[in-house]
């Protein structure tokens, strides 16, 4: 066995060294005692980036405070185990116990766990979690990974994204036509529709396909993790609001097998801690955000919010390609149902509730 | 020993029984075995009152479950062991490890303690969880209890209240001449300086009051328990938003020698299960508020949007009350001073974020 292999055994990602088929699961309770587990958790992000590499870091230390070391959980960066895009698949087959990810990015497997990450013109975060909660979303989404040995939990939300950095100024439809714009997902999808050209980019070349002009405009985040790839820099405007991922959420997975072999304190734990850590990174988010939107407008960027025309057609290209996603298979039908009825209602409350209170306290 | 004081100290509540001088906190570590305790928690609400009471309990489950049952909570209805309005001191003197209330029923004795629950005009439930964890609030507030041995938690919101019910129309401030209402704290006075008449009540004399025209308005909280206490047989209005109190803020109290006799992991349960409770409360309020909405509105209610020229009005007398209630004190200044300089930034971030893109959806 390599020095490398002995490490990775040491934090459970013994599927790397040895075969999965051999070893299995059931070896993954590392002992230091009677009653000690070691697990590996990847996820889809650099190492510690800001606000989605902080969220799996706070959870991991939650659960070694709240168990006494009794579950130790190692966090590894997109790349260190396995690349960020096959999260998923690692820990279905067991390579690792966890994961901290985006479901979007499993469309290609199971389409409808998109309605679990991010809907154009969708529920916000506080909208999402209460649909998962008391809406029936969580056990939608559980039956949903089920055939896969896969257990999902929320893990948070970057709160409602800004709509990106553009080159022009954009005034109507019109200035969509053949825009290159970084947008992933159902976002892109309907920037297609609108006559866009939308183009799929890893975090790391963002920045630069933005300012050497190979692309006109970026979606990324918001104000904290723009500012952190220096995207002021590159482009003029920046257009809001983030009709595109008005409240994403994120997913820590888990091996089936693995949280059957914890015992019942373990794992309410990390039942436990994937709230908190949930819920903390959209705290986190609003917090930086705003901070870091007072640096950006300190630094001279044009703050501009999209034509109220474009968004409305935006929402018409949305709908239909939500639609379109419900009639992929049942499965996406009954979540887009449910989904859908908590939206309606939600929407309906908050306009009387704390929208109704915002719109007076600005004036 | 009598069988109550028996039991009484079974549950920790031993102070009812012999001096709380001579047995002290220490003997509050009730072993079952090297490692156990049973604390008691002693609320201002009656026992499992939807969304106040059940946010203890369900702390309390899963300090259980997370502890493997080492640390046992039970949770005491206002009443039970000591009077909704004496939490705090029974959590001071050690009567009770713990308490679950809100920090404006203190404000006799800590005038700066209003800051943590209800200000009219200030910050909504996540702006409150932004300004505790990242803007220095949760520091401000430990530093405020900390002279009376007792450690606060944030323990959850009821989001934007309702505006409460009324026995006529409010076109105008004129209408609120005179006005005798159930509203309490900041929020009263704020009424009284625009000619109202606040009055205190328990909830359990709201309904009677209203009815029988002692009262001619009231504020409780929000559909969900509004409807519990059938507030909407007993007038005719229904009014939005919430200006007195837009983000209420709920604390876990917790006596700090209690809190230092237990051993770090259950330290780390208890922090994290509260942080967890206190988000789902949140949730749970914004989720049971919407169905309770729509049953109100097909009884019959009648929605009504205060006139915007009377919140103005109200704002105004709003910041003067808030500004005198900072001057009682260095520390209400300081905690002031901090709570506006977080609102301030929030709002303007959530104008370009979540604010911008839910008027754009209700369009």
Redesign the interface.
Known sequence: MTRKCQFLKRWGVKALCTAVATLGISASAFADGDQSYRWSLVTSWPKNFPGLGIAPENFAS?VD????GRLKIRVFGAGEVVPGFEVFDAVSNGTAQMGHSGSYYWKGKIPAAQFFAAIP?GM????T??WL???GGMELWEELYQPHGVIPLAAGST??Q?GGWFNKEINSVEDLQGLKMRIPGLGGEVLKRAGGVPVSLPGGEIFTALQTGAIDAVEWV??YNDRAFGLNTAAKYYY????HE??SMFEFIVNEEAFQEL???LQ??VR??A??AS??M???Y??????A??QLQDSGVE?R?FP?DL??QL?VYSDEVVQELAEEDPMAARIYESYRA?QQ??????????????E????
Not at 360 to 363: G, L, S, W
């Open positions: 939650m405070d709240m168990s006494g013109f916000t975060a506080a909208e979690d209460g909660r008391y809406g709160g409602t800004m918001g104000p809001y609001p983030g009709w008005p409240g015992p019942q304190d309410a734990i436990q801690a709230r908190t819920y903390d959209l705290v986190e609003n917090a930086r955000n705003i901070e939107l007072k703050l919010r109220e968004l409305q929402q908590y209602g939600a929407a309906a409350y908050n306009q009387v509730a704390e929208q109704a209170y915002i007076t306290r600005e004036q």
